[in-house]
């Protein structure tokens, strides 16, 4: 299996995406809107669930497509990404206008310690070379009982044929090292992470497509994603999993 150590995540993509971000069919990142579909409603659900009135930092966010959403459900939301680019379109798609977007460093958060309710880095730990940092980072900007919400790839080999190899035969337009392997991070890895930051993993749960749809065959044979095209929770966190951890109260 041709992992690819040598090689480093072109993050530069996100700086040319434009308006794709929100639109393209032809490019992976309708992938990515598809997984926006799926888990940002049960984001939202534990983030109102744990807290009456949260105050929400979106790591990596990207063109808005989960900040966006949080702040339609009444949520107070910060969001940071190196990419300016990304960010203004986050901006634009911003309905409520209420969104703090700011460009910095996801390992140097420009926030106070204790300053947010939830943190959320969803498909952005496997985009870095230190996802330690990151999460400790996230951790110190957490207050105490604050949840930590993730979103990353498995290690394995179903993982690589599955996240990286079958997204370069059957999506079109996608890039060289869209991902690489040698950062995809192994649940107990990410277990450890957390846990050496005071933050405690509450829930775990796979995330795949739904292999049975028609939007999947059609991405088969024809190199675009449909809007259609769903993914589902499931048990097994083999391909990629969703979860959150809680910081300790003291």
């Known amino acids: 299996m041709a992992t690819g150590v040598s090689n480093q995540v ?10 794709r971000w929100y639109h393209a069919k032809d490019d992976p990142i309708a992938l990515l809107r598809a997984e926006a579909r799926a888990r940002n409603p049960w984001v939202t659900a534990e983030i109102q669930a744990a807290f009456s009135q949260a105050q929400v930092l979106d790591i990596g966010c990207g063109a ?3 900040a966006n959403e949080l702040s339609r459900q009444g949520m107070d939301v910060t969001g940071i990404d190196a ?15 209420r969104v703090n977007y700011r460009n910095g460093d996801a390992n140097q958060l420009p926030f106070a310690d204790a300053s947010f309710d939830a ?16 999460i400790a980072e996230a951790a110190r900007v957490l207050r105490p009982g604050g949840l930590f919400f993730f ?5 394995n080999f179903i993982a690589w044929l599955f996240g990286i190899k079958g997204v370069e035969w059957f999506v079109k337009n996608t890039p060289r090292n869209l991902h690489c392997y040698r950062n995809f991070i192994k649940p107990s890895e990410l277990t450890t992470m ?10 775990m ?3 795949e497509p739904v292999i049975g749809q028609r939007a999947f065959w059609k991405m088969l044979a024809t190199g675009v994603v449909e809007d259609e095209f769903e993914f589902k929770f499931t048990k097994s966190t083999l391909l990629g999993y969703t979860g959150f951890a809680r910081k300790n109260l003291s």
């Open 64 to 66: 808005g497509l989960l």
């Open 151 to 155: 979103h990353t790839f498995n290690r």
């Open 119 to 134: 943190a959320c880095a969803l498909d952005v730990l496997e985009h870095v070379e230190t996802p330690s940092r990151l």
């Open 194 to 203: 957390c846990r050496q930051s005071g933050l405690e993993v509450i829930t």
């Open 205 to 207: 749960r796979g995330l």
């Open 10 to 19: 072109n993050n530069d993509i996100y700086d040319q995406l434009g308006e």
């Open 83 to 97: 990419s300016e680019a990304s960010l203004a379109v986050a901006r634009s798609y911003d309905l409520t206008g």
